[in-house]
């Protein structure tokens, strides 16, 4: 008998014959897929005979003989719902390509295609070529749609697995992160749907979701998995804040500062500092500006992009700057919060007197000093005086009165306390 080797190019696929009027198709190359997915491989074939059973062979390439090949299918014994089937279930079309699902390691290798008639003789084993399938790991990743989110307004995530052929439905899983919080798991309305399997999740959004990470995970048969994760960005609706300390807690409902002080609204507390802050916990960020009742001046419109606060400073603190600060929020309509600022004034002492005096014969010679300090501030002979004018805290300390008469000195000293009394500026 003579042999025939013929190879006929057509788009995409070789056509191998060995023998006349039996000859199959393959696709041109190797076949590549991705672990825990599925594949179709292209087939078809011309036999002499009806054909009523297809017999797939998966070969490694140490196996010489195709005979020591496992079965891979057969369509007379695979049940419908196995991993390998036809594409087409009529086998008299002659089309023997097969799809494999959730794809595992082993499948990784060569296919061999037999086909097997009714009557005597009529088996033929096409061994003048082979399919080869590779597999790799799994580099696709789930599709997750985020529709746009809005505070209080119910929405639904879908996540969608991929691959393109059917097969067991995958064990699709939700994870939620917040800040510095650990991973947890949350359920959804699983749902398969022809040729794709997909997953949703409904849920409200607010505030807390801003900023946080969605993770959908595939798992596949064989242990393979893929996920994919986003950050959800919620627009909230107008949430105003606004924080007072108050340096005098005795005025109740008021904020104070002195004069001369540094008047800060913001968030740091310091026992010298009158501090405010205002937030607008909006996404996206709102416009703050800061004015003062009364004036048509902008104070500050400096808004902090990740904290949504706005700092105001004023510097050496007059009984002028007291007055109700406004802070005014834009982001979809305009919403403004107020703040009454006391400043505190410091009313001195305006002066100090002291008299030290001795009686004696011959009369007794006095100094005024202060401690610490080598200065003479006064002298005299029988009395001296000390006076001290515009008294402010520097003149705070203690003051010494020394007495030499003859060869005798003595001393005595006076502590000055220097009180200032508060008065309100309103």
């Not at 082979?130 to 209080?152: D, F, I, M, N, R």
């Not at 005098?248 to 004069?259: L, N, R, S």
């Not at 006391?342 to 305006?350: A, G, H, N, Q, R």
Request: net charge negative; hydrophobic share 30%; proline share 4%.
């Amino acid at each position: 008998n003579s042999v025939l080797f013929l190879l006929r190019l057509l788009p995409g696929r070789l056509e191998h014959c060995r023998h006349h009027g039996y000859c199959v198709t393959l696709n041109d190359g190797v076949v590549t897929a991705e672990a825990g997915l599925c594949v179709e491989i292209p087939c078809s074939f011309t036999s002499l005979f009806d054909p009523e059973m297809i017999i797939s062979f998966k070969c490694d390439p140490s196996q010489g003989d195709w005979t020591t090949c496992p079965v891979a299918f057969n369509s007379s014994l695979t049940s419908k719902n196995g991993r390998v089937s036809l594409l087409e279930s009529d086998i008299s079309k002659k089309n023997c390509s097969i799809r494999i699902n959730n794809l595992i390691d082993s499948d990784s290798g060569s296919y061999l295609l037999r086909v097997e008639g009714r009557g005597p003789g009529h088996k033929y084993t096409y061994t003048v070529a082979k399919t080869t399938l590779s597999l790799t790991a799994l580099q696709q990743k789930p599709t997750l749609v985020v529709p746009p989110l809005t505070e209080g307004q119910q929405t639904t995530l879908t996540c969608t697995a991929p691959g393109l052929c059917p097969g067991s439905p995958p064990n699709i899983t939700w994870r939620w992160r917040g800040e510095e919080e650990e991973d947890f798991n949350i359920t959804g309305n699983i749902t398969a749907v022809t040729q794709t399997h997909s997953s949703t999740l409904t849920f409200n959004p607010s505030a807390e979701h801003h900023g946080t990470n969605i993770t959908c995970k595939i798992s596949f048969t064989g242990d393979t998995t893929t996920e994919e994760t986003v950050t959800l960005n919620v627009t909230c609706e107008y949430n105003f804040l606004l924080y007072r300390l108050l340096l005098q807690p005795e005025i109740a409902g008021a904020t104070t500062a002195e004069e001369g002080d540094a008047l800060t609204l913001t968030c740091t507390a310091d026992s010298d500092t009158l501090t405010l802050n205002c937030t607008a916990d909006t996404f996206p960020p709102s416009l703050i500006t800061w004015t003062k009742s009364g004036t048509n001046k902008t104070l500050s419109n400096k808004t902090a992009p990740d904290s949504g606060t706005s700092d105001l400073l004023v510097h050496n603190v007059t009984a002028e700057d007291s007055g109700h600060y406004l802070c005014t929020s834009n982001y979809l309509n305009t919403s403004t919060q107020d703040v009454n600022v006391t400043v505190i004034s410091k009313v001195e002492l305006c002066w100090v007197f002291f008299l030290c005096g001795v009686d004696g014969f011959p009369q007794t010679f006095l100094t005024w000093t202060k401690l610490s300090s080598n200065s003479i501030l006064n002298n005299g002979t029988g009395s001296a005086t000390l006076f001290i004018s515009n008294v402010t805290s520097d003149h705070a300390g203690r003051y010494i009165c020394t007495a030499e008469h003859l060869n005798n000195t003595e001393r005595v000293d006076v502590k000055v306390k220097c009180k200032f009394l508060q008065i309100l500026t309103t």
